[in-house]
């Protein structure tokens, strides 16, 4: 088997027979499905079964809820694929990734193969490619440094089997940010990786996503899966070697991502002062990080977050965009 497609299911009826849908209509064969029911009360149970009815490649797990991270270890330690292709219930992929993905193994034999990814609306509309702007070739070889320099995304990538396996790698259960706490542990197992310039995958923007959620409690758990990154660098004498890239992803996914989604759902100064002291405590000199002084100026408002300037940072995102929609309903009443 080539191919293991792990698919958790947590009440996304609304989106997941357009997912099974795009999955079975691959040009290839040599795959299986296998979808994590993980407790779902709404009608997700009955859509999975009208499907494994239809096509024998789709196994069904059902369990009691364990979360995102929960439902893909299921996967992880049921597939029989040489590779695993993680695709959220949600999403869907392009009718060849398949097809373009086993191509690029054959050719290369790397042990994960990164690509990209269209962000869309629930009408498919795209609204933009999710890239790596600094390769223009189709299909470059990366370092593991190099990888770690990518989104933490498992969706837009596929690993060998054996690297979670071999190294027990899972994912963190009932845990944000599930991906960045794998992801990062991973990168350091290998030196073959590649990584394809074509969107084989749509990720679909949408309200209900974790992404979108503004529940504070949970977006602070961020600290709690860097945490699980440092200490598995540490445990493994892996931090000399990686300290620059952890560093640069402590500023980026702890500061400046973790800004956006606290000050769009208000002014949060002291959750943010809190992430701020963390970054400070694992990385004292994060401020003379050699990828942050050649990057801060690509990211619109990274000088704000390095300045404490958190007033600012919220009038010009959580502030202005309630203002706007507020504008936008009132409008709509006249």
Known sequence: MQFSIIIPVYNTEKYLTKCLESVLKQNFEDYEILVVNDGSTDSSKDILKEFQCKNSKIKIFNQLNRGLGGARNTGIVNAQGEYLLFLDSDDYLAENAIYILDKYIRRNNPDIL??????????????????????????????????????????????????????????????????????????????????????????????????????????????TAFDINIEYYKQNNYMDMYYKELEWNCVLHVLYYSAFRLFCNGYHEKEMKQLFDYVGMNFPEW????????????????????????????????????????????????
């Open 287 to 334: 401020k003379k990080n050699k990828y942050l002084l050649n990057r801060k100026t690509a990211y619109d408002m990274m000088e704000k977050v390095i300045g404490k300037h958190f007033i600012s940072f919220y009038l010009k995102t959580g502030f202005s965009i309630k203002y706007i929609n507020w504008v936008i309903n009132m409008l709509k009443k006249i």
């Open 114 to 223: 990164a690509f990209d990814c269209n962000l869309t609306d629930v009408n498919d509309n795209i609204i933009q490619r999710a890239t790596v702007k600094e390769y223009n070739s189709k299909y470059t070889m990366l370092t593991s440094q190099q990888f770690l320099m990518l989104e933490p995304t498992s969706c837009t990538k596929i690993f060998k089997k054996m690297l979670f396996i071999d190294y027990n790698i899972l994912f963190p259960e009932k845990l944000w940010y599930e991906d960045l706490a794998t992801v990062f542990r991973i990168a350091p197992l290998t030196e073959k990786i590649g990584y394809l310039k074509e969107p084989l995958y749509y990720y679909v923007q949408h309200e209900k996503s974790i992404t979108h959620s503004a529940n504070i409690k949970r977006m602070m758990e961020i600290k």
